[in-house]
C-alpha cells in the first residue's frame, strides 16, 4: 500500500492520479476534509481507503496500520503563506512530519515529504538545493519556516540521507480549486478575465523590476508527479530536492500565456501589492535542477505556454467537470 497524505488536496490528488495511471489503487488517502471542497478532488479517483489525519497520526503512534505499508508520500500541510498561528503550523507541519519520518525510517518504508521553496526566502542566498546552503536560509513566512524546521531537523538526524524532501516552486495545474485565496494567478485569472476581460497584476516596489517583470518558477503539477511517481521508483534517490521548471518567467509572460490559451487580446492593469505582503513577497525564484538531473531523473518538462493551455483548454475550459 502507498499512502498519500494531504491525498485530496492540490498535489496530493494529482498524485492519486498518477498512480492510477500507473495502475495502482493500492492506496490510503489521508487528509482534512473539512467543510471546503477538496472531496471533488477525490470522485474519480481509485483508492483502497480513506482516513482523516488525527486517526491516521494516531494509527501511526500505535503502530497499528491496517496493511502492509511500501511507501508514504507526505503532502499534507498549512500551506497558507498568511497563516499567523505559528503554534499550529509547529504541530501541523513540523511535529506531525517528524513522527511520520520515524515511523517510515523505523519500518523501512519510503518516505518522501514536501517541503517548499518559501524556504528560500527573499532568494539573497539564491536557490541552490545544495545541503550546505540550507542552514543559512531565512523564510519571509511562518509557513516557510515550518518546512525550514523539519529540512533542518532531517539533516540533523540523518533523515535527508534516507528520505527525500522535495520543495515545491509555484506549482499550478487541475485540482487546485479548493485553495480559494492560494490558488495559481492561472486559475485566478481566468475567472477575472472571463469575468470583466482584464487581468490584475501587482506593481513592482522594486525599480530593478518593471512592473508585472516579478519572476517566479512555475511549474506544472503533472510534472511534478511524474517527478514523485520517479522517487517512489527510485528508493535510493534520497536528500532535499528543488522541484520547479528550472527557468524564471515573469508574471507578464504568465499572463501573456493565459490570454492566448484563452484566445484573447492580452489586457492587464497593475494594482499596489496588499499591506500584508510588503517586505514578505518573492521578487525571484528559480529553482536549480541539477541535483535530482545528476541522479537520472527526467525533468525536460515541456514550456511555460504549452502546459498553460493544457490547463485552461483542458480543464478549466470544462467548468462543469475541470478534475483531474
Request: net charge negative; glycine share 8%; with cysteine.
Amino acid at each position: 500500500m502507498i499512502i498519500v497524505t494531504g491525498g485530496a488536496g492540490f498535489i496530493g490528488s494529482a498524485l492519486v492520479w498518477k498512480l492510477n495511471a500507473e495502475g495502482i489503487s493500492d492506496i490510503l488517502v489521508v487528509d482534512e476534509l473539512g467543510t471546503d471542497e477538496k472531496w471533488k478532488n477525490l470522485v474519480k479517483r481509485q483508492f483502497a481507503e480513506y482516513q482523516e489525519k488525527d486517526p491516521f497520526l494516531a494509527a501511526v503512534e500505535a503502530d497499528s496500520l491496517p496493511a502492509k505499508v511500501e511507501a508514504i508520500v507526505h503532502l499534507g500541510a498549512c500551506s497558507a503563506t498568511t497563516e499567523r498561528n505559528a503554534s499550529y503550523l509547529i504541530t501541523n507541519n513540523y511535529q506531525y512530519t517528524q513522527t511520520l519520518a520515524r515511523w517510515a525510517v523505523g519500518k523501512g518504508v519510503r518516505f518522501i515529504y514536501a517541503s517548499s521553496a518559501a524556504t528560500y526566502g527573499d532568494g539573497a542566498l539564491g536557490f541552490d538545493d545544495h545541503d550546505a546552503l540550507i542552514p543559512k536560509l531565512q523564510p519571509l513566512n511562518m509557513y516557510g519556516y515550518s518546512k525550514q524546521l523539519f529540512d533542518l531537523w532531517a539533516i540533523r538526524n540523518g533523515f535527508d540521507k534516507q528520505t527525500a524532501g522535495v520543495k515545491f516552486f509555484n506549482v499550478y495545474g487541475p485540482n487546485e480549486y479548493h485553495k480559494d485565496f492560494m490558488t495559481s494567478l492561472v486559475h485566478k485569472a481566468y475567472g477575472q478575465i472571463q469575468e470583466t476581460g482584464t487581468l490584475k497584476l501587482f506593481r513592482s516596489e522594486k525599480p530593478e523590476y518593471a512592473d508585472g517583470e516579478q519572476k517566479r518558477d512555475f511549474v506544472y503539477v503533472k510534472d511534478c508527479v511524474d517527478v514523485l511517481h520517479w522517487l517512489l521508483q527510485n528508493p535510493s534517490a534520497n536528500g532535499i530536492f528543488n522541484l520547479g521548471s528550472g527557468k524564471a518567467r515573469s508574471w507578464n509572460d504568465l499572463a501573456s500565456a493565459i490570454f492566448a490559451a484563452m484566445d484573447r487580446e492580452r489586457n492587464i492593469a497593475y494594482v499596489d501589492l496588499p499591506e500584508t505582503l510588503r517586505g514578505k513577497y518573492q521578487y525571484f525564484t528559480e529553482a536549480t535542477t541539477h541535483k535530482l538531473r545528476a541522479l537520472g531523473c527526467p525533468m525536460d518538462f515541456p514550456n511555460l505556454e504549452d502546459r498553460v493551455a493544457d490547463y485552461v483548454r483542458g480543464y478549466l475550459r470544462r467548468e462543469e467537470d475541470p478534475y483531474l
